[in-house]
């Protein structure tokens, strides 16, 4: 059975003249308890950010405001997704390679993690993340 290693998710939104309001629930609207929240706003379009893959962190990216891209590489397959709704996201599994970039310039990018910050389980080099995730293959 293959793992999803990546997928496009919709959160509940809830909406009148007030405003908008939109619920994203660990272990509910995400496929994980949500162990760590960050986010990136400031970066110019022409910035790339991720750049990396990760052994156990699983994330969800969420355009709260603006948009921004994500290059989603699985080390057999490369997508691009455009992030431009504040009530949809992605969803990415350990070892998928990563890269954030063409920011609008009101971008704020919410990204939740399943687990706390640990930067040895970081792969920051493109050849040994494509050499680790075709080891699982053999």
């Known amino acids: ?9 919709k959160f509940p939104q809830h909406g009148d003249s007030r405003g908008h ?7 509910k609207d995400v ?13 110019d379009k022409g910035v790339v950010r991720g750049r990396h893959a990760n052994r156990k962190s699983e994330f969800v990216l969420i355009n709260v405001k603006g948009t921004s891209k994500v290059k989603i590489d699985t080390g ?26 063409d920011f609008s310039e009101d971008a704020v990018l919410l990204v939740l ?11 920051r080099d493109y050849e040994q993340f494509l050499y ?7």
Do not use: C
């Not at 059975?1 to 998710?9: D, P, S």
């Not at 309001?21 to 272990?27: A, F, S």
């Not at 496929?31 to 970066?43: A, E, H, L, N």
């Not at 993690?113 to 792969?123: L, Q, T, V």
């Open 1 to 9: 059975m293959e793992t999803i290693q990546y997928k496009k998710l």
């Open 21 to 27: 309001l939109v619920v994203v629930e660990g272990g």
């Open 31 to 43: 496929p994980f308890d949500i162990k760590r929240m960050f986010y990136i706003y400031g970066s």
């Open 76 to 101: 057999k397959k490369v997508e691009v997704v455009s992030l431009d709704r504040p009530h949809e996201g992605i969803y990415l599994s350990r070892m998928v390679w990563k890269e954030m970039y």
């Open 113 to 123: 993690s399943n687990e706390h910050y640990d930067p040895e389980e970081y792969i």
């Open 132 to 138: 680790e995730v075709n080891q699982k293959d053999v």
